[in-house]
T-cell receptor
Framework: AQSVTQLGSHVSVSEGALVLLRCNYS??????LFWYVQYPNQGLQLLLK??????LVKGINGFEAEFKKSETSFHLTKPSAHMSDAAEYFC????????????FGQGTRLTINP | DTEVTQTPKHLVMGMTNKKSLKCEQH?????MYWYKQKAKKPPELMFV???????INESVPSRFSPECPNSSLLNLHLHALQPEDSALYLC????????????FGPGTRLLVL
């Protein structure tokens, strides 16, 4: 079975500050890991994903994440927060061979203070 | 074109009504999904279609009936819903396989009275 834990249901940072959203996963098979963002009243948009290869993954809007197998983590970072980053962020894992089940974390709401 | 469209955007229905949600993609994707999302919660998978055949049903009540008429279209037929079924219903599609990105539509916000 696979699962995802996002530490902190709500994170608040000042504009221009570092954004760090934490994600830990559990998987019995090599995981594929995703970060999605959801703006109010919208669907989910992919920020970045890790499948294989380089463990530091760069995504859209200046976000990046590092896959650390030893720590079973896939934390999302952005060096400098912008007001437009305020949204709900979901970490997700998949890895069933031939299947398409995404298991989502509970989400982290990011608030940006001016 | 990486767009998944969903209609309607909003739907209000009574518990005795029959309605349908529609999802469309023209990316050539062969996997399509229905998710249900309650407020302040992550999406919950309901159904997966792979090559137009139902491959995953997450023990969804029979008052929800999915249909995939062709590779670009996905419907969700609703009948005799309960107020607790009120939620945002998201459609997604992907090329195929566990590592592929799922592209989400904007959702249909459903209110059952």
């Amino acid at each position: 079975a696979q699962s995802v834990t996002q530490l902190g249901s709500h994170v608040s940072v000042s504009e221009g500050a570092l954004v760090l959203l934490r994600c830990n996963y559990s998987s019995s098979v090599p995981p594929y890991l995703f970060w999605y963002v959801q703006y109010p009243n919208q669907g989910l948009q992919l920020l970045l994903k890790y499948t294989t290869g380089a463990t530091l993954v760069k995504g859209i809007n200046g976000f990046e994440a590092e896959f650390k197998k030893s720590e079973t983590s896939f934390h999302l970072t952005k060096p400098s927060a912008h007001m437009s980053d305020a949204a709900e962020y979901f970490c997700a894992v998949s890895g069933f061979q031939g299947a398409q089940k995404l298991v989502f974390g509970q989400g982290t709401r990011l608030t940006i203070n001016p | 074109d990486t767009e998944v469209t969903q209609t309607p955007k909003h739907l209000v229905m009574g518990m005795t009504n029959k309605k349908s949600l529609k999802c469309e993609q023209h990316m050539g994707h062969r996997a399509m999904y229905w998710y249900k999302q309650k407020a302040k919660k992550p999406p919950e998978l309901m159904f997966v279609y792979s090559y137009e055949k139902l491959s995953i049903n997450e023990s969804v009540p029979s008052r929800f009936s999915p249909e995939c008429p062709n590779s670009s279209l996905l419907n969700l037929h609703l009948h005799a819903l309960q107020p607790e079924d009120s939620a945002l219903y998201l459609c997604a599609s992907s090329v195929q396989g566990a590592m592929e990105t799922q592209y989400f539509g904007p959702g249909t916000r459903l209110l059952v009275l």
